[in-house]
């Protein structure tokens, strides 16, 4: 069964800090995972994209969060986290994690809501 399990979302004042955890089952070779967010009424925006193998793919962040948001990866399983420092209101959203595999097929989790406000 394919399972995309997030968590760590939660509210936070400006300035603080959240670290989402995305935990991957049931997926056969992964190519690449990535955080995207998405505010009511809006498209869904890719935040941070790590790639798995060495396809010519970088990691990259959108420009609203570069610098302050780490993608980063636990090589000896499939999860990957965000860490999001120095959060500003307009970060607020609900945050899915995506994985990608080796077909290119995609898959979601259900989405954890990150809310910034003094």
């Known amino acids: 069964q394919v399972r995309l399990v997030e968590s760590g979302g939660g509210s936070v004042q400006p300035g603080g800090s959240l670290r989402l955890t995305c935990a991957a089952e049931?997926?056969?070779?992964?190519?690449?995972m990535g955080w995207f967010r998405q505010d009511p009424g809006k498209e869904r925006e890719l935040v941070a994209f790590?790639?798995?193998?060495?396809?010519?793919?970088?990691?990259m962040y959108d420009a609203s969060v570069k610098g302050r948001f780490t993608i980063s990866r636990d090589s000896a399983s499939n999860t990957v986290y965000l860490e999001m420092n120095s959060l500003k209101p307009e970060d607020t959203a609900v945050y899915y994690c995506?994985?990608?595999?080796?077909?290119?097929?995609?898959?979601w989790g259900k989405g954890t809501l990150v809310t910034v406000s003094s």
């Open positions: 049931g997926i056969f070779s992964i190519d690449a």
């Open positions: 995506n994985a990608r595999d080796y077909k290119l097929d995609n898959y």
């Open positions: 790590m790639p798995f193998s060495s396809s010519g793919e970088r990691t």
